[in-house]
């Protein structure tokens, strides 16, 4: 019987969508012992005979369904990263001979996942950026039979496995190349997604808006590519045939992001230059005059937070205090008091913070306690410098390692709220921008409008190539239209003559550096959107759009601590979500599961109550957060019929236990 091009062609979409009971073959034609069962990740099963080996494990589900494909033993899992839903039913192996594998960079993250989980965050810890941790462990150790470095190999029953490192998504992750009827099969772990998507963002943001991991990620993808595989088998999304023209396109979206990226202005080259052009030196040593009433610091590689506004009457106002050796402090604030060579300064009455990061505010306690000043902020920023290790954004104060562990405030600020001050009138607005919890100050000084504006935008103004965007760090919260997006619109309706941004930049009459800004915003956001799997790019961009408020808890047997569960819908539409809390032994949430709908747009917060049995281990324990959205979990790698999307151990919050 004769069939036309197109029944061929639909037989054999038919033929690769195959599936046997709950799995899926990729090609059931060419390669019938190649499986792929999907829960929170995809789990691959290369089936020899009744034996089996898996790459990744996913929630384990399938180990109860593997008799359906004649699979009575499976003998090892290679895993290719570390990221909690590749392993998170580890447990269902407890007790078995099944052997676990996995990248050799990785292994501590493995087996001994809460050292990368801490209760004070420091700037130097590792995996993470300013403090905030871009590693997602298991949240019980995994003890590894082997690991495998870069350009090792692995042989099972005559397969040989070529153990490639692939790191970009996750540090060490490797992806395992197994040549088969004369062609490469590569699973590829989160590599990349069909459609040259990248899995997400966060898991790739490795350093304060340098790159590290995009530059990481396309050097794995130009690697794979390279074999010219017949199909990249990647844990999540469906397999991709013969993915090299997607490799490729994937590598120049990733080098288009990169040139948006990376900071907007001549950072670690000719910034110093260009840092400050206007102020000129003053009797003080050190100390500027950038204006009649507005001083700052200025010297060679020189990059601390102080602002100061000198009144006639010789009252100050600063603006921001931070990165400043105390005594060099001191003796330069003692020289402007009136008298030779003095400024005439009498008072500091107070001191307001542009934005969270430690580095704005460190010496603000000692203003206070030595100079008397009041500390003052927008309301937004409270919580956040009060209390940073209720949060795990970037750079809190106590990583900086001062013994200052937060901030008290005196006065705090609405949005748009004005004041005046020593015949001054001043507006404080939310500007976020490199973080969401960001103010500018601003008003006239010495006839000028004069905006400060933190560590926001930076930059040559009489540069046409400088777009003045500061590091792009989804970990400071910082989604872009409630970040530098907001910002740019902002400052194009303010029009200021003047910006004063952190670490000492004055730049002047820059209107054009704020267009430039501007279009930059939406470029990258344009460009994040084209790299994300979902409709909406902040589900891939943001790492808390589910978390924990406290993410750090302490807890004590007999005293139950409650946490608030917040959960974000940037859809126009409702959205579902089921959230199970997964905590270790001896750890008990109540509810165990959170479900529910959100209003579009809507940000919600969901109370459980923690507590701890006798059996709970002392010290700091990883709780991880299985998150559904939009229907029930999907069973089958097909995907059930209105199946919601399951993302797996995603998100996390630590409790330290206290005996």
């Not at 407890?94 to 993250?109: F, I, N, T, Y």
């Not at 023209?245 to 001549?266: M, S």
């Not at 930049?505 to 550096?513: A, H």
């Not at 109540?590 to 479900?595: A, G, K």
Request: net charge negative.
């Amino acid at each position: 019987m004769l069939i036309s091009v197109n029944q061929f062609l639909i037989f054999s979409v038919l033929c690769l969508c195959a599936s046997v009971e709950g799995f899926q073959r990729p090609d059931p034609i060419h390669y019938p012992d190649l499986f792929v069962w999907t829960d929170t990740c995809n789990v691959y099963v290369v089936r020899d005979g009744e034996a089996a080996i898996l790459i990744d494990l996913g929630d384990g589900s399938v180990l109860g369904s593997l008799h359906e494909i004649g699979v009575k033993q499976v003998e090892w899992v290679l895993f290719t990263h570390h990221h909690r839903e590749q392993c998170q039913g580890l447990q269902r192996l407890k007790g078995s001979s099944v052997q676990l594998a996995a990248p050799q960079v990785e292994r501590a993250l493995f087996e001994k996942p809460t050292d990368f989980r801490k209760m004070k965050a420091r700037l130097g810890d590792a995996f993470t950026i300013h403090g905030s941790s871009y590693v997602r462990p298991p949240i019980q150790p995994v003890r590894l039979n082997r690991t495998f470095s870069t350009m090792d190999s692995f042989i099972w029953r005559g397969h040989q496995f070529w153990c490639l490192d692939t790191r970009g998504n996750s540090p060490g992750a490797m992806s395992y190349l197994l040549k088969w009827n004369d062609h490469w099969l590569a699973f590829s772990g989160d590599l990349m997604l069909k459609d040259a998507k990248m899995h997400n963002w966060f898991d790739s943001e490795w350093d304060y808006g340098f790159a590290a991991g995009i530059y990481a990620l396309c050097n794995s993808a130009a690697l794979v590519a390279s074999f010219e595989p017949l199909w990249l088998l990647p844990s999540h999304g469906p397999p991709i045939r013969q993915p090299k023209r997607q490799l490729d396109e994937f590598q120049a979206k990733l080098r288009h992001l990169e040139r948006l990226l990376v900071r907007g202005y001549e950072v670690n080259t000719f910034a110093a230059a260009t840092q400050d052009t206007v102020s000129k030196p003053t009797p003080v040593p050190h100390l500027w005059q950038v204006l009649p009433h507005l001083f700052k610091f200025k010297g060679p590689d020189f990059w601390p937070n102080f602002n100061l506004i000198l009144a006639d009457s010789g009252h100050a106002l600063v603006v921001d205090c931070g990165l400043l050796d105390e005594k060099f402090l001191d003796e330069s604030l003692e020289l402007m008091r009136p008298g030779a060579p003095g400024l005439g300064l009498r008072q500091i009455d107070a001191m307001i913070i542009t934005h969270m990061h430690g580095d704005h505010f460190l010496q603000g306690p000692h203003l206070r306690d030595k100079w008397g000043a009041q500390i003052w902020a927008l309301d937004l920023m409270a919580a956040v410098c009060e209390h940073p290790e209720r949060f795990d954004y970037a750079a809190p104060i106590q990583a900086y390692g001062h013994g200052i562990d937060g901030i008290r405030f005196d006065r705090l600020f609405k949005s748009g709220e004005t004041f005046q001050w020593q015949g001054y009138k001043f507006t404080v607005d939310w500007m976020p921008g490199q973080t969401q919890f960001g103010l500018c100050l601003h008003g006239q000084i010495d006839g000028r409008k004069v905006a400060f504006t933190g560590d926001n935008i930076f930059g040559n103004p009489n540069d046409p190539e400088q777009t003045g965007h500061e590091a792009v760090v989804a970990h400071n919260s910082a989604i872009l239209e409630e970040g530098y997006i907001y910002a740019g619109e902002y400052l194009h309706r303010l029009k200021p003559d003047m910006l004063v941004g952190g670490h000492s930049f004055v730049m002047d009459r820059p209107g054009e550096l704020i267009e430039r800004y501007r279009r930059w915003a939406y470029q990258m956001r344009d460009a994040f959107q084209s790299l994300s799997p979902d409709e909406d790019y902040r589900y891939w961009f943001d790492p808390f759009w589910v978390r924990a408020e406290p993410y750090r808890v302490t807890l004590q047997q007999d005293e139950p601590a409650e946490v608030a569960m917040h959960v974000r819908n940037f859809r126009p539409r409702v959205q579902s979500h089921r959230i199970e809390i997964h905590t270790p032994p001896g750890l008990l949430a109540e509810p165990s599961i959170l479900t529910g709908a959100l209003p579009a747009g809507a940000n919600q917060a969901f109370s459980i109550h923690l507590r701890c049995g006798k059996e709970a281990k002392p010290g700091v324990n990883i709780v991880a957060l299985d998150v559904t959205l939009d229907g029930p979990p999907p069973r089958l790698a097909s995907g059930d019929a209105g199946a919601g999307q399951r993302y797996g151990q995603w998100f996390d919050f630590i409790v330290e236990v206290q005996r």
